[in-house]
C-alpha cells in the first residue's frame, strides 16, 4: 500500500510564502511522477504544478506561474511546492499525487493521493 503524506499547509497573509512537502512511504515506486492539486471549497480539484520522476520535466497550471516552484528531493520519492505571493485564490486543500505512466496533470492520470493539507490565505 503506496502512502503520499503531504505537510506544510497554514494560515498565512496574502503575499507570504509557503512550502509544502510530500513523501510517499509503503510500496513505494522508485521513479515516480509527482505533482500538487488542490481545491478550493466549492469547486472540483485542479491542477497546480507536476514533475517528472528524473525532475527534467515541470509543468504549471497557469494561475501559479511565476509564483509557485515544485521540485523533487534528493530521496525521488519526495516532492515539495515552495508557493511564493500567495494569493487569497490560493486558499484550498492541496493534495500531493503521484503517478506510474504519467506525469500527473489531469485527475486521471494520478494512481495515489495524499490525504491533504490546508493552505488559507488571508486578504
Known amino acids: 500500500q503506496v502512502q503520499l503524506v503531504e505537510s506544510g499547509g497554514g494560515l498565512v497573509q496574502a503575499g507570504a510564502s509557503l512550502r509544502l512537502s510530500c513523501a510517499a512511504s509503503?510500496?513505494?515506486?522508485?521513479?515516480?511522477?509527482m505533482g500538487w492539486f488542490r481545491q478550493a471549497p466549492g469547486k472540483e480539484r485542479e491542477f497546480v504544478a507536476a514533475i517528472h520522476w528524473s525532475g527534467s520535466s515541470e509543468y504549471y497550471a497557469d494561475s501559479v506561474k511565476g509564483r509557485f516552484t515544485i521540485s523533487r528531493g534528493n530521496a525521488k520519492n519526495t516532492v515539495a511546492l515552495q508557493m511564493n505571493s500567495l494569493k487569497p485564490d490560493d486558499t484550498g486543500v492541496y493534495y500531493c499525487a503521484a503517478a506510474l505512466n504519467d506525469v500527473p496533470r489531469r485527475l486521471h492520470m494520478v494512481s495515489h493521493w495524499g490525504q491533504g493539507t490546508q493552505v488559507t490565505v488571508s486578504s
Open positions: 509503503g510500496r513505494t515506486f522508485g521513479n515516480s511522477n
